[in-house]
């Protein structure tokens, strides 16, 4: 069943739903036999979407060290995971030839996905923050079988608990977006927590920058937080998510930050579309560019005008 939360598209993967104790649930998994096949959404052969299949292939091995055995009740699916199927994935160049296995050895099928949330089976000797029975949400391992999989290998700092306000599906839809968006303000850009600065995130009304707003202003409380969006209810939504202001990045956006006659800003979050930055960056690097530091959540090339600092 396909479902919708904010700007990410989820697929639950399991119509069952689990709620007992913690110590009730480990002494369930204990004693609950599987088969020793699972079903699983991936690709043999990289290519078109036609090479998208479900399959049964065995079940995850068990967990040794850090790594945890999770039953996926929710994945989310990211462009990530087209460019993955697609077989054109180059963020890192080297990619292909460190999942090659996957496809060459048995099962001889590479299960795709990154983002999920589920219930923790088991756990490997060297775990420490989970045990059996508790519920969480998390990263794959991008060299691994991935999410899209009844059950699936999880290194324990990938994971957190969900969010208990959070159903699976909701959940799922964070891991890959959040990290991002906390790894470009406060690991790339060093924002610091209470700094009198502004913001200005392009396309507020998408996933990662509905989930920038939230953090620059909620967990860094940053006093101006500017965002792009050009129809009404993306910018309520901006709003909603934290933005103090809102342009319209299909019009002049220097002219519509001057006017709002702000404090210099020191930050920038770029666009991540093709189109969005070939239109907008230009003038934003002349405008901006003597007192800001950028971060981009493109890959960098002559086309990707934000620059990490």
């Known amino acids: 069943m396909w479902m919708r939360t904010g700007q990410s598209r989820t697929l639950k993967a399991l119509d069952t739903s689990v709620s007992h104790t913690n110590s009730h649930m480990t002494n369930l ?54 460019k993955v199927r697609q077989g054109t994935y180059d963020d890192a160049p080297d990619y292909y030839d460190r ?41 794959g391992n991008p060299v691994m079988q991935g999410c899209y999989a009844e059950e699936v290998l999880v290194d324990e700092r990938h994971a957190g608990h969900k969010p ?28 610091q927590k209470g700094e009198r600065a502004g913001i200005l995130i392009i396309n507020g009304g998408g996933g990662l920058g509905s989930i920038a707003s939230q953090i620059a202003r909620h967990y860094l409380n940053l006093p101006v937080v500017i965002t792009t969006a050009s129809r009404p209810e993306t910018k309520a939504f901006s709003q909603d998510m934290g933005a103090t202001h809102v342009v319209n990045h299909r019009e002049d956006i220097v002219k519509q930050i001057r006017d709002l006659q702000l404090p210099p800003m020191c930050h920038s979050s770029t666009p991540t579309s093709r189109r969005e930055r070939s239109s907008t960056s230009s003038p934003l690097r002349k405008f901006w560019l003597p007192l800001a530091r950028f971060a981009a959540s493109c890959r960098p090339s002559s086309t990707c005008t934000g620059r990490s600092s």
């Open 99 to 139: 999942v090659r296995a996957l496809t060459q050895e048995d099962p001889k099928f590479h299960v795709i996905g990154y983002d999920g949330a589920g219930i923790v089976l088991e756990v490997g000797p060297d775990v420490k923050h989970f045990q059996p029975g508790e519920e969480i949400y998390y990263l």
């Open 29 to 82: 998994f204990s004693h609950v036999k599987m088969s020793s096949e699972m079903k699983a959404i991936g690709v043999a052969q990289y290519g078109a979407v036609d090479n998208l299949e479900s399959k049964r292939i065995p079940r995850p091995s068990k967990p040794t060290g850090r790594q945890m055995r999770v039953q996926t009740k929710a994945i989310s699916i990211n462009p990530i995971d087209i």
């Open 164 to 191: 208990r306000r959070l159903d699976f599906v909701e959940s799922a839809a964070m891991p890959l977006t959040y990290g991002t968006a906390f790894e470009s303000l406060v690991d790339r850009l060093g924002i």
